[in-house]
């Protein structure tokens, strides 16, 4: 699986260790020296591989709704929070719920979908499931460490999805290309794999860059990469991280517990330097 970094992982903000949680030194007269929260340290493991199982048995060729788990919450997009990645001083990625596209069924999302077209599947408490939309009513996806080729009907789990062509800032591949990245890839499985989760499969295929690869860049001890969380208007707090890869994968688990339990976590590890401080934490 190439040159695979193990990282460090913490269940949450509280365990991390940096000398101050708002990235700055109180007692050091304003020197920029210390280190940040987030650098590095990813706070659990990913993915929606947990979850829906009932997938495994579901041939290639069957094609039957399935119907909603009902112990699942409704899907509530208020509860999403919003961020945007930068790279150096570039924004790569930015999710605005204000401008988000609306979820829908799976029925009705086939009627707005073109083959190359990134998919995401959410559900209040679990992590998004993305998806390539190759044509004739099918999905290429990463599930369970193996790489599939599912109806969409079968492969949303009663669930809501959407198209998120657009978050990700990156020049998409023609779709044709797109498409063949995706179906190259049907069948391959635990150490064929490059990709930590589904959306860095899919991203990949979209945009074809290595960085949604397991590995895809070189760690130097340097954090390129800055993850923006938006809680409100002028509040705000920032994670700096080695990799993308870094990055996917903390932004979903916060896609997962939600918005205000990420605002709960942040809130209990502020607390000794009281609230949020976006004077220190913004970005230009």
Known sequence: MGNQVEKLTHLSYAEVPTSDPNGFDPDGGGDDDGPRIGVSYIFSNDDDDDQDGNLDHFPPGNHHHHPANHEEKPFDHQDELECA???????????????????????????????????????????????VY???????????????????????????????????????????????????????RDRDLYWRNSECFAAWCR??????????????????????????????????????????MEKRRNDQIGKDAVMQELASHLSTTHEIKDDHLSID
């Open 207 to 248: 945009y074809g860059k290595r960085e949604f690869k397991i590995g895809g860049e070189i760690r130097i001890g340097k954090q390129p990469y800055r993850l923006k969380l938006l809680f409100a208007e002028k509040k705000n707090h920032v994670l700096e991280f080695q990799s993308l890869e870094d990055v996917i």
């Open 134 to 188: 190759v044509g004739d009513f099918q999905v290429v996806h990463l599930h369970r460490a193996e790489i599939k080729n599912n109806f969409l009907t079968d492969v949303s789990q009663g669930k809501p999805g959407r198209i998120v062509n657009g978050l990700y800032r990156y020049r998409a591949l023609p779709p044709e290309v797109v498409v063949r990245n995706a179906l190259d890839q049907v069948g391959a």
């Open 85 to 131: 990645v930068f790279y150096r001083e570039e924004c790569v990625y930015e999710r605005n719920v204000r401008d988000a596209s609306a979820a829908h069924s799976a029925e009705s999302l086939l009627n707005k979908c073109r083959p190359g077209d990134l998919l995401e599947f959410v559900a209040t408490g679990q992590y998004p499931h993305w998806a």
